[in-house]
Antibody, heavy 130, light 107 residues
Framework: QLQLQESGPGLVKPSETLSLTCTIS???????????WGWIRQPPGKGLEWIGN???????SYNPSLRSRVTISVDTSKNHFSLKLSSVTAADTAVYYC?????????????????????WGQGTLVTVSS | DIQLTQSPSSLSASVGLRVIITCRAS??????LAWYQQKPGKVPELLIY???TLQSGVPSRFSGSGSGTDFTLTISSLQPEDVATYYC?????????FGGGTKVEIK
């Protein structure tokens, strides 16, 4: 059974860079040509915001609202992918989730930027504060 | 960007009743819509994709319909374990966007 687990610092200072890693178990990033791997965040008490997706080849797709500050990368040798968000402020305080996003489905065909998200990691709270 | 508007933002209903949640897109998105359930303090879980395809393992009391701009998530007989916030998500184009959520409670 595929499982995803986020890891990284729970506290980041304003103006610094938030860095998280999502480690996959029960499956391989490089053998999953039908999927993207994505990051989604949820500020406390608020809704969900998509950050971006990455394919195992390294091709990325970002939310335009965050593109200037986001970098998502993949390390197939370690079976994980990572998120970097620069110049953080208190508004970036959120639970950060990693998830698998469908790239190809028999009925939907190719979804070039990604599709629905399943499964999700447990999430990790990142607080931006000095 | 295409916006998703869910209604109502919250509802309270008795056990056994039918519940309908609506998600409206500001432009047509064909059937590129998913629904998620997030129970209090838990991780979102996929219920439905492609507007009406039930994810494996999801109870059959959940169903989805719609195409274009108007979509619905129906719980045919509300159960206590369905207390959660429900989100729709579009994936026809970037940015992938979620609706604002509908909080469902038991009356």
């Amino acid at each position: 059974q595929l499982q995803l687990q986020e890891s990284g610092p729970g506290l980041v200072k304003p103006s610094e860079t938030l860095s998280l890693t999502c480690t996959i178990s029960g499956g391989s990033i490089s053998s999953s040509s039908y999927y993207f791997w994505g990051w989604i965040r949820q500020p406390p008490g608020k809704g969900l915001e998509w950050i971006g997706n990455i394919y195992y080849s390294g091709r990325t797709s970002y939310n335009p609202s965050l593109r200037s500050r986001v970098t998502i990368s993949v390390d197939t040798s370690k079976n994980h992918f990572s998120l970097k968000l620069s110049s953080v402020t208190a508004a970036d305080t959120a639970v950060y989730y990693c998830a698998r996003s469908t790239y190809y489905d028999l009925w939907s065909g190719y979804l070039p930027e990604g599709g629905w998200f399943d499964p999700w990691g447990q999430g990790t709270l990142v607080t931006v504060s000095s | 960007d295409i916006q998703l508007t869910q209604s109502p933002s919250s509802l309270s209903a008795s056990v056994g009743l039918r519940v309908i949640i609506t998600c409206r897109a500001s432009q047509g998105i064909s059937n590129y819509l998913a629904w998620y359930q997030q129970k209090p303090g838990k991780v979102p879980e996929l219920l439905i994709y492609a507007a009406s395809t039930l994810q494996s393992g999801v109870p059959s009391r959940f169903s989805g319909s719609g195409s274009g701009t108007d979509f619905t998530l129906t719980i045919s007989s509300l159960q206590p374990e369905d207390v959660a916030t429900y989100y729709c998500q579009k994936y026809n184009s970037v940015p992938l966007t979620f609706g604002g959520g509908t909080k469902v409670e038991i009356k």
